[in-house]
């Protein structure tokens, strides 16, 4: 099956940090023969951390000591490298290491993370950037990965021991302990070559989480009998925001440093972002998914011409994430839908095949308005609507009424994600995520037995 190969960026439509001083109290050195891994070995640690690493260095079977060295010693990291890192059992860690590291992540979980902004995204302005803005901005998205991926831990942690044992949480867990291990050895760039060097590792921290939501997703459905449906809402919904915001981050330093185009992008942040032409690339995209299970595809009409050229600031890869998962939503309905009604003889012509019921599938009607304070968009489908009593569930993760009928329901948790029309019961929850990101708002009105209206409401950043 196809990935989500529509996205006219090279950015991914998942999930990255901002603004905490580390404290300069000690240091510890380790010299190697690039100029980019001196800077990056070069840590500033709080007294007691810097015993702990002394002791780890002095350590002989230093294997995971080693890999850093040959990771940061190379002039470029092959994405073998980082992954095996990342997947490195944390048990292969020696202890003292491991202590060192346990005492990292309690010191960066109790930082502050900034909430991020697209006022302060669009403040970097347009390129060519300053050396000097894209190595302060380097300096600040590595102290704020780190701390995130501490807080991340913290979290996972602090879930019910059970929980904490699944192996697909287990595998999420090392994920991030190894990509804590990375990203915390990294110091801030000095020269642009270093700075490089850190946008690789970033695409490499964004590439080892773009396929974990499926893994987290089975992993809370297997421990389900040890906690409440509330509780797994609560805590995906905190995990998936925390990611966003880290992704967000690392994308924007990596656009920021190769720009994407730009004429009219500043980091990840599109000027004059289109909703209409996206929603129209969208639609392309899921029309295809919905062929291939339905083998009927419903089309999109945007109703007022002038919403079609409404523009905003904002960060296409996120509406590209929303219009999916929205449109994969009203075009499933609406087939389903008309499906039925065909079935129960309630349309009106006669129909004998499906270029019959193509003809009559209803539009999804798309109205796209600019308000005082920046853009609604109303995506109107004649599916049915949403019976009222699952009404309150549809907001849950994992909820879903879609059964692809092979049983298993993990036969949809298993395909990655943009690649079925539904099942993995995350469109509703994560896009709501994604249109809050920034401050804006995912609604719903269902009107049983006719169709679905879904609100989009994006806000126009402040001082654009
Ligand atoms: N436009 C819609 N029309 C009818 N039902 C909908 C619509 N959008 C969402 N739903 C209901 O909400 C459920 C959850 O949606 P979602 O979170 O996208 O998960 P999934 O699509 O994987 O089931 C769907 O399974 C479906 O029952
Ligand atoms: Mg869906």
Excluded at 278 to 300: E, R
């Amino acid at each position: 099956m196809k990935r989500l190969t529509h996205s006219r960026f090279r950015l991914f439509a998942d999930t990255v940090l901002p603004k905490t001083s580390c404290r300069r109290l000690g240091s510890l050195a380790v010299v190697s023969s690039n100029p980019a891994s001196n800077c990056l070995m070069h840590r500033q640690l709080s007294p007691h951390h810097r015993d702990c690493r002394n002791h780890v260095s002095s350590f002989k079977h230093r294997l995971s000591k080693i890999e850093f060295l040959r990771l940061f010693s190379s002039s470029s990291v092959s994405m073998q490298d980082f992954h095996h890192l990342t997947k490195k059992n944390t048990e292969e860690l020696d202890h003292l290491e491991r202590t060192a590291l346990e005492r990292l992540i309690y010191e960066y979980a109790s930082f502050e993370l900034d909430p991020i902004h697209l006022e302060d995204l669009l403040a970097l302005g347009k390129p060519p950037i300053s050396e000097k803005v894209l190595l302060e901005n380097a300096a600040y998205v590595l102290r704020q990965t780190t701390a995130r991926l501490a807080h991340r831990l913290q979290a996972l942690r602090n879930l019910p021991y059970l929980i904490v044992l699944n192996p697909s949480i287990s595998q999420i867990y090392s994920i991030y302990f190894n990509s804590f291990r990375v990203v915390s050895q990294i110091n801030p760039p000095k020269t642009l070559e270093e700075n490089d060097y850190i946008v690789e590792i970033l695409e490499q921290l964004v590439s080892a989480h773009t396929d974990t939501i499926p893994i987290l997703s089975r992993g809370f459905w297997e421990a389900r009998q040890y906690i409440s449906a509330e509780e797994v809402t609560s805590v995906l919904d905190k995990h998936l925001r925390a990611r966003i915001g880290t992704r967000m981050l690392a994308e924007n330093h990596i656009a920021l440093t190769r720009p994407i185009d730009p004429a009219h992008f500043i980091g990840a942040v599109e000027v004059d972002c289109n909703p209409a032409a996206i929603l129209q690339s969208t639609a392309t995209f899921v029309g295809d998914i919905c062929d291939l299970k339905y083998g009927l595809v419903p089309h999109i009409e945007f109703d007022n011409q002038k919403g079609q050229a409404v523009t905003i600031p904002y960060v296409p890869v996120h509406l590209e994430y929303i219009f999916t998962e929205l449109l994969k939503n009203a075009f499933r309905a609406t087939v389903e839908f008309t499906q039925k009604q065909s079935q129960e003889g309630s349309l009106s012509s006669d129909l004998n095949s499906d270029k019959d019921l193509a003809s009559q599938l209803p539009p999804v009607m798309v109205t796209i308005v600019k308000t005082s304070t920046g853009v609604i968009i109303r995506i109107r489908d004649r599916g049915g609507g949403i019976p009222p009593a699952i009404e309150r569930n549809i907001w849950d993760y994992s909820f879903s009424t879609f059964d692809d009928g092979e049983g298993d329901g993990f036969a949809t948790l298993n395909a990655a994600p943009g690649n079925s029309i539904a099942g993995l019961g995350y469109g509703l929850p994560l896009s709501r995520a994604y249109a809050e990101f920034f401050g804006g708002k995912l609604q719903i009105q269902s009107y049983f037995g006719w169709g679905t209206d879904v609100y989009l409401t994006l806000n126009t950043p402040k001082k654009a």
